[in-house]
């Protein structure tokens, strides 16, 4: 079994903000950045946690990646917006870009986002919570792809065509525990590939082919020009290409090449509907009646999404958050070129309120 490092979400996310801000980040920016990449990990989704923070340095360092830029609003009326993220941290711009979505969806009862220009903006989860929480229902897409485009087939294909392509909805209930889609249309996030690779951990069967398009269960021959299969043969690859085109509303497409894509937000305001105290309770009565249901043999009950997110969280914040050693590693590397010390000691007080 792989060696693992158990961290408090607190420590995790001062050591986080304080490597972005010696890598050029503005103090809001990182902390940003760092609570949603420990939410992702508190959630139980490691794939898009603080073992992400070694590429975002690359980018960094290769100037894709500008830690201080702050977003622009380009255009917007009473419920759109587009977004230009100046190649900042896409976390920082889509957080955001669903804040502004739900004040106007707020007062003109939807509104819709176009963000370009951004960084990878992490778990997609994290705003759709946030839409929910606001007693809004959030949707939220990702993703791009053209000819030879991509790292995930089309459906019958043997070359690239789209990217993970993730979508993420939250509805709101009325408590600590929101309904929480949030899927790649591939059968894997790419992110998870390496966390299995951090573990010397086989994928399951049916997950990715390599580069000869032969079935395979090791992370190394993804990385090795390999690809992701859609989740749902024909079903998944549809809905990998409605984000494209979702995206493609951005105008991020290129007629000659043929590629689209980029990220889109839409946030519905429940009250403009239904009464939203009504809503959440009957939401909340539907779902609890699934999950009423008797669980089939080796199952010992029925979830719904938002279930595992929460149990997590609970969970992760009482023991604290496994890395694995391979991640640790990486992360102490990084704190080690940028002179950031690892010490529990830097520990703010407002990091330890922040997890509360």
């Known amino acids: 079994m792989a ?20 890598a050029g980040a503005t ?23 603080v073992l992400r923070i070694p590429a ?27 977004f230009d993220g100046k190649r900042s941290f896409g976390h920082y711009i889509a957080r955001e870009a669903m804040k502004r979505a739900i004040e106007k969806a707020k007062e003109a009862d939807s509104c819709s986002a176009s963000l370009v220009n951004t960084g990878h903006i992490g778990r997609l989860g994290e705003y759709a919570e946030a839409a929910a ?37 939250g509805v709101p ?20 590939i390496q966390v299995a690779r951090s573990k010397g951990e086989d994928l399951p069967e049916g997950y990715i082919v390599d580069k000869n398009g032969n079935p395979s269960v090791k992370p190394a021959d993804f990385y ?39 990220c889109f937000m839409q946030v519905i305001n429940v009250n403009a509907l239904t009464p939203l105290e009504e809503y959440q309770q009957g939401v909340r009565a539907f779902l609890d009646g699934i999950k009423s249901i008797p669980p089939a043999p080796g199952f010992s009950e029925v979830l719904v999404p938002g279930d ?41 007080a407002a990091d330890a309120e922040r997890y509360e």
């Open 3 to 22: 060696t693992t490092h158990k961290f408090q979400a607190s420590y995790l996310h001062s050591v986080t903000r304080r490597i972005f801000v010696a």
């Open 27 to 49: 103090r809001h920016i990182a902390d940003d950045v760092a609570e949603i990449l420990v939410n992702a990990n508190l959630a139980g989704h490691d794939s898009h946690g």
């Open 56 to 82: 975002y340095l690359r980018g960094i360092e290769s100037g894709g990646l500008v830690p201080d830029a702050e977003p622009e609003t380009v255009k917007e009326t009473a419920n759109t917006m587009f």
């Open 133 to 169: 929480r606001a007693g809004c229902i959030g949707i939220i897409t990702t993703g791009g792809g053209g000819r030879m485009q991509g790292i995930t087939v089309p459906f019958g294909g043997a070359g690239g065509a789209t990217g993970t392509n993730p979508i993420a909805v």
């Open 173 to 192: 209930t009325g408590d600590d525990s929101p309904f929480v889609i949030d899927i790649a249309t591939s059968m894997i996030a790419e992110g998870k």
């Open 224 to 262: 090795d020009g390999g690809f992701l299969l859609p989740f749902g043969l024909h079903k998944g690859y549809s809905i990998g290409l409605l984000i494209c085109l979702l995206g493609g509303l951005s105008g991020s497409f290129d007629v000659e090449k043929g590629t689209m894509g980029g």
């Open 308 to 348: 595992f997110e929460h149990r997590n969280r609970v969970q992760r914040l009482a023991d604290g958050i496994e890395i694995p050693d391979t991640i640790h590693q990486q992360i102490s590397e990084c704190a080690e070129k940028l002179e950031v010390s690892m010490s529990e000691d830097a520990v703010e």
